[in-house]
């Protein structure tokens, strides 16, 4: 049901996702999707586990048409996305899905729901496995965001906020730009390591500044990739398949 609708089958061809106008924005998930519509309002729909639609899952239809919905919930009608007080997100710019987490971005800074077993939400804690509801939050620090982008199996985010990058979530193959052994990343439940963007300078490494000046930037799974004022392009984290661009023996998993 994430590409909407009321059937569960698979779709071969496009097709208009109904209740669904004046879009200006889509981020795909892990069998959800979200919409930014030109009112700056977010609108999500599909599989609601974990609270990725941005609304409490248990008000939705528990479809065991499925695999994936015989054990949670399922929506394929989009919803706006619902704050803590019952009132519906908007000022956003622009949202950003992986895995079972989304983030919107836009002037009063990063919000994220969804998923959050290694603090990819950036609330500074996690909930040991990420199965219970939690709403929406915002990111501290981050007021002022231009960009923002969810790693998609990992449970990493990065944001983009004048030129310098901030990253947060699971550290263990090191997309956030730091040693997860020696930086003072905290210990999970299941042995990753993680962190909110608080105190989480992004590192290249040729300086210990931090990597600036960024004018795009990309979370994988478990890599993070830049681009500079410069055009030049800077990759770090998971390595073992070359896609940080360099040398895979000496440089795996640093």
């Known amino acids: ?20 106008s004046n879009v200006i924005g889509v981020a795909a998930g892990q069998a959800f999707a979200c919409a930014t519509k030109s009112d700056h309002t ?30 949670g919930t399922c929506n394929p009608t989009p919803t706006q996305v619902v704050l803590a007080d019952g ?6 710019d622009s949202v950003a899905a992986g895995g079972g987490t989304a983030c919107a ?32 939050s915002a990111v501290a620090g981050l007021a002022g965001s231009s960009a923002i982008s969810v790693g998609s199996n990992f449970s990493h985010a990065c944001a983009l906020s004048a030129s310098v990058m901030s990253c947060w979530g699971d550290n263990f193959e090191a997309p956030l730009g730091h040693d997860p052994t020696t930086d003072g990343d905290i210990l999970g439940p299941t042995g ?10 992004v590192h290249d490494d040729t300086t210990d500044g931090g990597v600036s000046n960024v004018i795009a930037m990309t ?3 478990a ?28 440089n795996c998993n640093n």
């Open 42 to 71: 977010v609108w999500c729909w599909g599989y609601s586990g974990q609270g990725r639609l941005g609304h409490d899952p248990s008000t939705d239809p528990n479809d065991g048409g499925t695999p994936l919905c015989a054990t």
């Open 192 to 201: 990753y390591r993680y962190r909110n963007p608080t105190s989480v300078p």
């Open 87 to 92: 009132g519906g997100l908007g000022g956003v």
């Open 105 to 136: 971005q836009g002037g009063s800074g990063v919000i994220c729901w969804g998923k959050d077993d290694n603090d990819q939400r950036g609330s500074g804690t996690d909930d040991d496995g990420g199965t219970a509801y939690l709403p929406p």
């Open 1 to 20: 049901c994430s590409v909407g609708g009321s059937t569960r089958a698979c779709r071969s061809t496009p097709a208009a996702v109904a209740g669904l």
């Open 223 to 250: 890599t993070t990739c830049a681009v500079r004022s410069d055009n030049t392009l800077s990759c770090w984290g998971f390595n073992c398949a070359g896609v940080c661009g360099y040398a895979l023996a000496s």
């Open 219 to 221: 979370a994988l799974d």
